[in-house]
């Protein structure tokens, strides 16, 4: 009988244990919600723009991976990223972009980020120059995903 226990017991703690570190499901509207609320609240700060997608969840069309790509009129100065995600907070996503000048797609930069509305800066060392289009990528590398908001900044004079 004590061997019995001991089994079950064994069993329920590792059911236990596998639920906890299981993914949440996670509330689509309320990060919708916060991303909006945080887009509104931080639009000044993206001189050239927002750019806010769904990661791991079925209306993103992939579950893992989402592009974005943004087309300027006229060339631009891109100085940086300000990337958030808000949704399930064990998640990790890969958040990367690229940058156009011209023909080519060159420069970029990568980071990983947990969905739990922390703010992270994303640049390169030096700013891109005549830049007229953006691409940025967000991949769910953990747990359910969110939604990721990135702030575009820079000068639309071209840098010149």
């Known amino acids: 009988m004590r061997r019995v226990l001991g089994t079950v017991t064994l069993a329920a703690l590792c ?9 949440r499901e996670v509330d689509w509207a309320d990060a919708a919600a916060r991303a909006e609320a945080f887009q509104e609240e931080r639009t000044g700060d993206a001189s050239l723009g927002v750019a806010t997608t769904n990661i791991g969840s079925t209306e993103s069309g992939s579950e893992d991976e989402t592009v974005v790509r943004m087309e300027f009129p006229e060339p631009v100065r891109v100085d940086g990223f300000t990337v958030v995600c808000f949704g399930d907070p ?30 992270t800066r994303v640049a390169p060392a030096t700013p891109s120059e005549r830049v007229d289009a953006v691409s940025v990528t967000g991949q769910r590398t953990a747990g359910s995903g969110g939604v990721l908001v990135v702030l575009i900044d820079g000068e639309d004079s071209g840098g010149e």
């Open 15 to 23: 059911a236990g244990v596998l639920a906890a570190c299981a993914s």
């Open 90 to 119: 064990g998640s990790v996503v890969f958040f990367g972009y690229t940058v156009r000048q011209g023909s080519s797609w060159v420069g970029g930069a990568a980071a990983e980020l947990n969905c739990d509305g922390a703010e």
